[in-house]
């Protein structure tokens, strides 16, 4: 039986796809067969020839090792940068959460350990007429979460709000990870502490600015055991 994680972050541009390609190839170093799947990416990139290339999936397989076409760990791609539903209404092709749940299922079944990226932070909306929310896909996965945060100012604000809403929504918050962390700054030292003490989640892992490594011990536990 394999086991999953799902990975948000707390906006765009926190380094959610770094952390999981981190994640995936330390997994995978470690001995762990471990997989990734990204339901909907925004923001593809196109080469001169017309081909799209699904950036975040290229990079997390590259990082992790996996030598595969990474349109097969990919549901929608779209060209647009903009929140998934809104690309999926310019490109006309609106995301179903049946796809979403067979896609998902069929990568599962090739791993012993898979992570699941989000796109943007906890509150994306992936199908506004059908009131599809990034946590309604969490849940219809059976997924727990590791939040992504920043080490820097402001990430008390933003991490707190996540843990916050993704508790609201009963999706339960296995750890946070905390991007470009600097031990040697006080007050980023003092918001790894606060931010544990607020939400009552604790910190799994920090991971330095263009870090290579990232310390599995808490994180590998933290994938929960799926049906």
Do not use: W
């Not at 595969?68 to 929608?76: A, C, I």
């Not at 060209?79 to 006309?92: C, F, G, Q, T, Y």
């Not at 969490?138 to 990430?155: F, M, P, T």
């Not at 799994?204 to 994180?219: F, M, Q």
């Amino acid at each position: 039986m394999s086991k999953g994680i799902f990975i948000t972050a707390t906006g765009t541009d926190v380094g959610k796809t770094y952390i999981s390609g981190l994640i995936v190839k330390c997994m995978r170093e470690a001995g762990f067969n471990c997989g990734y799947y990204k339901p909907a990416l925004s923001g593809a990139e196109v080469t001169a020839e017309g081909k799209i290339i699904p950036g975040d999936v290229t990079y997390v397989l590259k990082t992790a090792g996996i030598n595969e076409n990474p349109e097969n760990f990919v549901s929608y791609i779209f060209k647009p940068a903009v929140s998934p539903h809104l690309a999926a209404e310019i490109e006309n092709n609106p995301i179903k959460l049946d796809k979403i749940k067979s896609d998902f299922n069929r990568i599962k079944s090739k791993y012993d350990y898979l992570l699941v990226e989000g796109a943007g932070g906890i509150v994306c909306p992936f199908n506004q007429s059908e009131n599809l929310m990034l946590p309604d896909v969490i849940k219809a996965l059976g997924l727990d979460i590791i939040v992504v945060a920043s080490a820097e100012l402001g990430g008390i604000n933003s991490a707190v709000l996540t843990v916050e809403y993704a508790k609201s929504h009963g999706i339960n918050v296995k750890g946070i990870i905390l991007n470009k962390y600097d031990e040697t700054d006080l007050m980023q030292r003092d918001n790894k502490k606060q931010i544990e003490n607020i939400t009552g989640i604790k910190v799994l892992a920090t991971v330095k600015e263009n870090g290579t490594e990232i310390d599995l011990a808490g994180i590998q536990p933290a994938f929960k055991e799926l049906k």
